[in-house]
């Protein structure tokens, strides 16, 4: 088993404490925010950074998907999103760039081993950096808006 990872960022116009406060909100903002490979987004604690936990299905290709049922942790400005269903573990950085900040969320897991693990470590991150990147083009409308 390998580590496989996908990093994605973005620049947004918008002060860091706006930024990470926005990707905290996991009642409001974040369902607006998500992609339509995001399916029966829900909350199932909380809704406001730390502590809260929810529950969706990445569905990454027609063939894969993933049920990630996701503690949130709030540790200065980085946000992560740890799956209770495998080793799946989002990060979500946000750093003052000039008037605005930089937004890097970064998903990594450790991978299937054999030949499996190449085509997935070799595969599965261009396909999440697509997604991420919709996504993150989501949160810089909303929030420079």
């Known amino acids: 088993m390998g580590q496989v990872s996908a990093s994605s960022s973005v620049t947004v116009a ?7 406060a926005a990707l905290a909100d996991y009642q409001e903002v974040r369902p607006r925010i998500l992609t339509e490979q995001y399916l029966d987004y829900r909350v199932l604690e909380g809704g406001q950074g730390d502590g809260t936990v929810a529950q969706w299905t990445l569905q990454a290709t027609q063939k894969r998907s993933r049920d990630i049922k996701a503690t949130v942790s709030v540790s200065g400005s980085t ?7 495998s080793t799946l573990v ?10 605005g900040s930089t937004v890097t969320t970064t998903t990594a897991w450790k991978g299937a081993g054999g030949i499996g693990g190449f085509f997935e470590k070799t595969f599965a991150p261009l396909g999440l950096r697509k997604i991420q990147e919709q996504v993150l083009a989501k949160l810089k409308a909303a929030v420079e808006a």
């Not at 918008?14 to 990470?20: E, Q």
């Not at 946000?79 to 269903?85: F, G, K, L, M, R």
């Not at 989002?90 to 008037?99: C, S």
């Open 79 to 85: 946000i992560t999103e740890t799956d209770a269903n």
């Open 14 to 20: 918008a002060a860091p404490d706006k930024v990470l």
């Open 90 to 99: 989002t990060t979500w950085q946000v750093a003052p760039a000039g008037a």
